[in-house]
Structures are given as C-alpha cells and as structure tokens.
C-alpha cells in the first residue's frame, strides 16, 4: 500500500480515498474514577519511564528501539514481534491536544489493528473515520456513545467529506477493530487517556515491504500533509 516503505510521513489525496470497509466499536466498561485513575497513571507510567531510559541509555544501533514517538502520543512496544509471531503490541501516553493546539491526522495502516482505549478523568477521546462506525452492544455499558458527523477539515475546498465521530466518554473503556486500510483518528482532550494497540500484521508488512528498520510510523499513511488546529478535533 505504500509508495516508500520507510516513509515516516507519507500522505494519500484524501479525495481518492474510500475505506474498503468500516471500523468496528465495542464499548465495555465504565470504572469509578479512582480505579480508572489507577489503570490509565499505570500504564502511561510505563510509557514514559521507557522514554525516559532511552534518553538516558539510547538503543544502539541497529535493534529494536521500543520507545517510539507516534503523532497522537509516546508510545512503547510491550511485546515486539518474532520469527513466527507475526504480531506486535503497544501502549500510547496520549497527547492533550489542547496543550499543543494541533490535532491528529486521519490516517490509515497497511495492516489491522485492534485498539483498546482508556481514558481517566477530566478527560475525552474523539474518534473519527471517514466511514460510519458500527457499534456493537456490550452488557456492561450504561448509556449510548455520544456520536455525530462533522466535515473532515484536511478536505481542500471547494470539495468536503463526512468525518464519522465518537466520544469515548471520561473513565471509560471502549474497543475498536480497524481493518486494514481503513480511515482513522484519535485525539485526546486531557490528560488522562491511553490505548493498548495489538497489530496482527506488523512483522509481515515489515517483511514484504522491505523495511531497513522498525519503526511504528513507517506502516501508516496519511490523508493530509498538515496537522490541523486544536479546534477541529475538540468539538463534540
């Protein structure tokens, strides 16, 4: 699906695109806020003290460097792939997009993905696609997830598309299957918010595709060149 394997930055024309399919969202549990506290500060905890020991002792050359930088957060592979074990998986320390002013782009990845995502008090997460969302029931949940459609902003005018949009609401914890090449976007209002990410298809794409090194960003795609503002991803 890429042009350039190893390109970290890579964007299609967002009015060629048409997801091949649709993303799957189960909403699971809502926690009392101090235990939603606790599991979003743990493992954000991890993220950042893994940064933290890159800074201080840098991967050499060569291996796996498993503190990495994606665009809606830091990130860390828990449980990098193996001959064999063609999947990954990590955990992203959302961004406050209000701290940067800047929001995620729509994007899509050259292999599926399954997404859980936490968020603690004070705090949202908005997740979008260019196609409707299909939500399935979960015997947990109380209450319907707050969805609406907007226009997607990276759109170049005169021209528009639909961006499809949920909240996932504060103390939350909410699933999504992505398909592979399937349109997506996440962006944090606060600071409490974390996924845990399984990639069933890393190692292959890494494979077949050539990569010279593994890097999370060099299997996604962009639908823009250009992050737009705060104010188009904080709206609900």
């Known amino acids: 699906m890429k042009r350039t394997p190893d390109d970290e930055n ?3 024309d967002v009015l060629a695109h048409t997801d091949a399919d649709q993303n ?4 699971l549990l809502r926690l009392p806020a101090g235990a939603a506290m606790a599991v979003v500060e743990a493992l954000a905890g991890l993220v950042r003290h893994a940064h933290k020991l890159e800074s201080t002792d840098p991967t050499p050359p060569g291996q796996l460097r498993r503190a990495q930088v994606f665009e809606e957060g830091d990130v860390y592979m828990a449980e990098p792939p193996f ?4 999947a990954d998986r990590y955990i992203m320390d959302f961004y406050d997009v209000r701290e940067r002013d800047i ?3 729509m994007h899509l990845h050259t292999g599926l993905r399954f997404v859980r995502m936490m968020t603690g008090p004070d705090t949202t997460i908005r997740v979008s696609s260019m196609s409707p969302l299909v939500v399935a029931p979960s015997p947990r949940w109380e209450g319907e997830l707050r969805m609406f459609v907007d226009d997607l902003p990276e759109v170049p005018a ?4 639909d961006r499809y949009n949920f909240i996932v609401p504060p103390n939350a914890w909410v699933d999504m299957q992505i398909p592979r090449g399937v349109s997506h976007q996440f962006n944090a209002v606060g600071p409490n918010a ?4 399984v990639h069933p298809e890393e190692s292959i794409e890494t494979l077949r595709e050539g990569m010279s090194g593994y890097r999370m960003m060099a299997q996604t795609i962009f639908l823009a060149e250009e992050r737009s503002a705060a ?3 904080t709206t609900t």
């Open 158 to 161: 005169p021209d528009r598309r």
């Open 194 to 197: 974390v996924i845990d990410s």
């Open 231 to 233: 104010t188009t991803c």
């Open 24 to 27: 799957r969202v189960t909403p």
């Open 83 to 86: 001959e064999g074990y063609f």
């Open 103 to 105: 929001c995620s782009r």
């Open 10 to 12: 890579e964007s299609f």
